[in-house]
């Protein structure tokens, strides 16, 4: 049972566009969804992450919105850039219950071409 | 934000052998580590949990006589291979909670090829 769901599989934007990746989650027992953006060989690195008392988070170019009634959250890429050509990962988990074990999104992978 | 080391980050070994990646969280104490593997263009799958002071926890399906976890300290992990095949070839990766907080560090991962 895949507990969060991610969508696209890929990505293709322009330069200076926006893109934008969706995941849905089904365990409502969750309480943080963090955002990993990774390059091919590396470790993922924590992007943003939100909390389900906010419907929105912006740092820099990056945005989450979440809607906690469609136990849906997005990422948001604004003015997408060459550099941000990477694979991302929605992920959820409930440290709140004393646990914090991800679950991960199967990854989008973005190209953002000139 | 906290940064979590692995070593070595490529390992090549025969068939039979074993092999130990460490985990190391360098400026942050870490009761529990997770252990992932990663193949190509698939996203992460966690193969344990690593708990200081006690035995680790694994997922299921994944073989703990094979995969060996030692929390040795609050700063240290290590994940033994062994008698490694070419089906554990992969990319193994490490990471850790930061104390109280709910963010999570990953390590840069260690690329394991069993010839």
């Known amino acids: 049972q895949q507990q969060v769901k991610q969508s696209p599989q890929s990505l293709i934007v322009q330069k200076g566009g926006i893109s934008i990746i969706n995941c849905a989650y089904e365990n409502t027992a969750f309480d943080y969804f963090p955002w990993y953006q990774q390059f091919p060989g590396k470790g993922p690195a924590l992007l943003i992450a939100?909390?389900?008392?906010?419907s929105e988070k912006k740092e820099g170019r990056f945005t989450i919105s979440f809607n906690k009634s469609a136990k849906q959250f997005s990422l948001h890429i604004m003015d997408s850039q060459p550099g941000d050509s990477a694979t991302y990962f929605c992920?959820?988990?409930?440290?709140?219950?004393?646990?914090?074990?991800?679950?991960f999104g199967k990854g989008t992978k973005l190209s953002v071409i000139p | 934000g906290a940064v979590v080391s692995q070593h070595p980050s490529r390992v090549i070994c025969k068939s039979g052998t074993s092999v130990k990646i460490e985990c190391r969280s360098l400026?942050?104490?870490?009761?529990?580590m997770f252990w992932y593997r990663q193949f190509p263009k698939q996203s992460l799958m966690l193969m344990a949990t690593?708990?200081?002071?006690?035995?680790?926890?694994?997922e299921q399906g994944v073989e703990k006589d094979k995969f060996l976890i030692n929390h040795a300290s609050l700063t240290l992990s290590t994940l033994t291979v062994t008698s490694a095949h070419p089906e554990d070839s992969s990319f193994y990766i490490c990471?850790?909670?930061?104390?109280?907080?709910?963010?999570?560090?990953f390590g840069p991962g260690t690329r394991l090829t069993v010839t």
């Open positions: 400026d942050f104490q870490a009761t529990t």
């Open positions: 992920a959820a988990s409930s440290p709140g219950a004393g646990s914090y074990q991800l679950t």
């Open positions: 939100i909390r389900p008392d906010v």
């Open positions: 690593s708990n200081e002071g006690s035995k680790a926890t694994y």
């Open positions: 990471s850790a909670p930061a104390g109280s907080s709910y963010e999570q560090y």
